[in-house]
């Protein structure tokens, strides 16, 4: 038997699930400290503009590498591949060079461009296809006279649908927690991103753990709104590939 005066204490010992009375002042201070208004604006335009991006580009580079028949097309997905073996941090030099000469030092360019698209996307939803897009349907499309973009818009796309939102999800959370990349070419005064106006808040003498833990909790929300929209074909693109698995 648990005494009342130890349920009082399990109460005061479990951490509540909603936010402290103190939670909207040092929402506020947050806001007073560092420009996260316009943070929020460039991760939600950065972070956006590479999911969509990443998924629509990797979806047709995965349908061709699964369902085309084209000469060198295992040698280039190989390739592709290949690439994942490559440390970020050997490029960064390079890339930094090439942003520089494009002018898109201080602006999100240099941010969006180098991730528009990535290998692990390619290769997701290769795998996607193949899994869910028979071959006998594209087949039967084509013969039946359906164009290229049209066998892929209608027997590829409503096939992977649930795939892709899986890929949307991981790839605008790993846009929105990029720290490295956007903290190199990104002005943190002019133009900064959550995670490096986060990183302006520890970047004191004295850390308020407070006023950090309030800007991670307001960072963390679009991420989990995002999450929200997608979840049923998030739900469904896992429960699949454990299916087929």
């Not at 979806?59 to 290949?82: E, M």
């Not at 090439?98 to 180098?114: Q, T």
């Not at 302006?200 to 929300?221: E, I, K, P, Q």
Request: net charge negative.
């Amino acid at each position: 038997m648990v005494s009342s005066s130890d349920s009082s204490a399990i109460g005061e010992a479990t951490p509540p699930l909603v936010p402290g009375g103190y939670f909207v002042d040092n929402a506020l201070r947050v806001f007073d400290t560092v420009d996260f208004w316009l943070a929020i604006k460039n991760s939600l335009i950065v972070s956006g503009t590479v999911m969509v991006s990443n998924v629509v580009l990797s979806s047709l580079a995965g349908f061709a590498f699964a369902r085309l028949r084209f000469p060198g097309r295992n040698t280039l997905f190989l390739v592709v591949i290949g690439t994942v073996m490559v440390p970020a941090q050997l490029g960064v030099v390079p890339l930094y060079m090439v942003v520089s000469d494009f002018g898109w030092y201080g602006k999100l360019e240099a941010v969006i461009v180098p991730a528009l698209v990535n290998a692990f996307s390619v290769f997701w939803m290769r795998q996607a296809c193949e899994e869910s897009v028979p071959v006998e349907l594209v087949d039967a499309a084509r013969v039946d006279g359906c164009s290229l973009w049209g066998t892929f818009r209608h027997v590829g796309v409503p096939a992977i649908r649930p795939q892709a939102a899986v890929l949307a999800m991981m790839t605008f959370m790993t846009a929105w927690n990029d720290f490295f990349w956007p903290l190199i070419v990104l002005d943190p005064n002019d133009s900064p991103t959550v995670q490096v106006a986060l990183s302006r808040l520890a970047s004191g003498y004295f850390l308020d753990y407070s006023l950090m833990l309030t800007g991670a909790t307001l960072g963390v929300l679009p991420v989990i709104a995002i999450f929200v929209l997608l979840a049923r074909q998030i739900v469904n693109g896992l429960t699949r590939v454990s299916v087929n698995g």
